[in-house]
T-cell receptor
Framework: AQTVTQSQPEMSVQEAETVTLSCTYD???????LFWYKQPPSRQMILVIR??????QNATENRFSVNFQKAAKSFSLKISDSQLGDAAMYFCAYRKYSGGGADGLTFGKGTHLIIQP | EAEVAQSPRYKITEKSQAVAFWCDPISGHATLYWYRQILGQGPELLVQ????????DSQLPKDRFSAERLKGVDSTLKIQPAELGDSAMYLCASSRTSASYNEQFFGPGTRLTVL
């Protein structure tokens, strides 16, 4: 079974600075997808960024970028120019490649990100 | 913007009672997921539907949990009887199809407290 580990229960960063959230995973699959989701307090979970394992190029979405190291099974999220609205729980998630079958997400335990004004 | 709807948002019940949660996915989304999120943990998949068919219910405690999606649109998750350990947030998500690259959109969740 796949597992996802987030070793940082909580991170704190000053507004406008950069922060990196760590994630490692374990799988025997070669094709899969990795995601970072954001869960603000009392609001629904939203997708921040996604990475296909077959792509060597790291995904970027505006201020959010990932460092995907397939051999090391590492998938970290970098948030540049942190904003107050970035405060939330961040979950790293794994999804096996599926042509239409079972493909639920496997989540880590999350990292609580605090933005200091 | 279309969203996944869930109700109720909050539910308090006593142990041994029955509870039910409802989910209405984004229109046109064929795949629907129910996840359980215990406080301080990440969500765990309970069941996945493709249209009205169950694709994966390997983590669903079938002695007390049941889920249905009769017409392939909205879905109901039931617990009977509820136990103290069932206290959690129950999240519903949907995606256009079950192809892995498709984004899963999450609803606001139902927070269940079992007394």
């Amino acid at each position: 079974a796949q597992t996802v580990t987030q070793s940082q229960p909580e991170m704190s960063v000053q507004e406008a600075e950069t922060v990196t959230l760590s994630c490692t995973y374990d799988t025997s699959e070669s094709d899969y997808y990795l995601f970072w989701y954001k869960q603000p307090p009392s609001r629904q979970m939203i997708l921040v960024i996604r990475q296909e394992a077959y792509k060597q190029q790291n995904a970027t979405e505006n201020r959010f970028s990932v460092n995907f190291q397939k051999a090391a099974k590492s998938f970290s999220l970098k948030i540049s120019d942190s904003q107050l609205g970035d405060a939330a729980m961040y979950f790293c998630a794994y999804r096996k490649y599926s042509g239409g079958g079972a493909d639920g997400l496997t989540f880590g335990k999350g990292t609580h990100l605090i933005i200091q004004p | 913007e279309a969203e996944v709807a869930q109700s109720p948002r909050y539910k308090i019940t006593e142990k041994s009672q029955a509870v039910a949660f409802w989910c209405d996915p984004i229109s046109g989304h064929a795949t629907l997921y129910w996840y359980r999120q215990i406080l301080g943990q990440g969500p765990e998949l309970l069941v996945q539907f493709q249209d009205e068919s169950v694709v994966d219910d390997s983590q669903l405690p079938k002695d007390r949990f049941s889920a249905e999606r009769l017409k392939g649109v909205d879905s109901t998750l039931k617990i009977q009887p509820a136990e103290l350990g069932d206290s959690a947030m129950y999240l519903c998500a949907s995606s256009r199809t079950s192809a892995s690259y498709n984004e899963q959109f999450f609803g606001p969740g139902t927070r269940l407290t079992v007394l």
